[in-house]
């Protein structure tokens, strides 16, 4: 029995695990870096304790001093939020070794699907289609350069052990390797403590559609339906929707039963959720993200399912309280992110609310907006019952926002939500250029 949560991330994250834990009747530790010593997740949880400076791998990233600060408050499990070290096998490794619970995978799957080529082999046995790419994890830029010839450019780098964007880079001719690789590289050791890189052939504007998928390791698996995460600027994705719109529905039955065979021939343990890339009429495996993502919230907008409530549930011993056939995937939802363009304290806020309106945020008047973190200040996701009520229910929220004393990318979710092509649903990875284009050429 689980009663209490040490929760090693920061953010809205860390908040809505919090939320989760006083729902359940769970105590919560809330583990800060010193800069975060002062915001709301720290506030609400039951106790809180600093693990280091600002800088992430002093912090957030430091696998000891968290499970020290565990251990120090009597902690019976960690919960590893989104993003750091919630994907790392070897902190979770460390976490079951000091004889806590790790509120998701186990280790050992977390370790093959982290090996994003071990992911595609597992994948390709599961009989789902996945994408030209190399074999093993690249030696160096030497192998870099040698596997993208052999591929055929245009190529995408990717970091082995994390996602979410980081550790990414496209390369469209040979010169540019050198630099592409060198930044992604550092990126994906900063971002998740690893800077080993794997690569694929790069499909050129497709649809990213990902399956939410929940396990509980004792056999029991279900989906909870697809996301299209399409809208996306520099791989960050900026709006996220479920169901796709005009998914041919064979395909989306496929995703849905290959995403669940494949999570049961892994005795998969917690959420998770499977990525692929729709190109025309075919689609492709991307990876298995082992954690929860920041758009959860969508699948529990259409599913009714309280994913985190869920996860830690599970971690204790129990079985999904569900099967396939119970869920109901009921109307449609979207998530818009609301993104900090910089540093700097907020002096004024006023966040949207009122029917099918729901807001995942840390942020209150006065919050410190860090350099040193990810720029994601809130997330607003609406549902209705139709892709277009949705929409205009969206439009409302964001018009509702009002924040001062900080840049964000408010004006540019606006031009998204109202452009010709998004409110079609032909949503492609190249849809935000082409807006932000169309604004530039018309001033």
Not at 66 to 84: E, S
Request: glycine share 8%; hydrophobic share 45%.
């Amino acid at each position: 029995m689980i009663r209490k949560i040490l929760v090693a991330n920061r953010g809205e994250i860390a908040l809505r695990i919090v939320r989760a834990c006083k729902d359940l009747g769970i105590k919560s530790v809330v583990a800060h870096s010193s800069v975060d010593r002062d915001t709301l997740a720290v506030e609400l949880a039951d106790e809180a304790v600093c693990i280091g400076s600002a800088p992430t791998d002093q912090s957030y990233l430091k696998a000891e001093n968290i499970i020290m600060a565990a251990c120090l408050t009597h902690c019976d499990a960690i919960h590893p939020g989104i993003g750091f070290l919630s994907e790392s096998a070897n902190f979770a490794k460390m976490v079951e070794d000091a004889g806590l619970i790790f509120i998701g995978p186990k280790s050992q799957t977390i370790a093959l699907l982290g090996n994003k080529v071990a992911a595609r082999k597992v994948a390709q046995e599961a009989g789902v289609p996945i994408t030209p790419g190399g074999q093993e994890a690249l030696a160096d830029l030497d192998d870099a350069r040698l596997t993208a010839q052999r591929l055929g450019y245009p190529i995408i780098l990717k970091a082995s052990a994390g996602g979410g964007g980081r550790g990414m880079r496209i390369v469209h001719r040979e010169e540019e390797m050198a630099s592409a690789f060198a930044l992604a590289r550092k990126e994906a050791g900063l971002f998740f403590g690893d800077s080993a890189l794997h690569m694929e052939r790069y499909i050129q504007n497709p649809r990213h559609v990902e399956v939410q998928v929940i396990g509980d390791g004792q056999g029991g698996v279900v989906h909870l339906g697809e996301r299209d995460c399409s809208v996306q600027k520099n791989h960050q994705k900026l709006f996220e929707e479920s169901p796709a719109f005009a998914l041919d529905p064979a395909m989306r039955a496929a995703m849905g039963s290959s995403s669940v065979a494949l999570f049961k021939a892994l005795h998969y343990r917690g959420a998770g959720t499977v990525e692929f890339l729709v190109d025309g009429s075919s689609y492709y495996f991307m990876e298995v993200n082992a954690r929860l993502q920041v758009e959860h919230p969508v699948s529990e907008m259409v599913s009714c399912v309280d994913l985190v409530r869920t996860q830690i549930e599970i971690a204790q011993g129990r079985r999904l309280p569900f099967i396939q056939e119970q869920i109901r995937l009921n109307g449609y939802a979207l998530e818009c992110r609301l993104n900090a363009l910089g540093a700097g304290t907020i002096t004024f806020l006023r966040l949207p609310s009122g029917p099918h309106v729901r807001i995942d945020t840390y942020l209150e008047a006065g919050s410190v907006i860090s350099p040193y973190y990810d720029s994601l200040l809130a997330k607003i996701i609406v549902w209705a019952p139709e892709r277009r009520d949705a929409l205009t229910i969206m439009e409302r929220a964001l018009d509702e926002v009002l924040i001062e004393g900080i840049a964000t990318n408010l004006d540019e979710q606006r031009l998204i939500l109202k452009s010709k092509r998004f409110v079609s649903g032909k949503v492609t990875t190249n849809l935000y250029e082409e807006v932000i284009a169309t604004r530039k050429r018309h001033g």
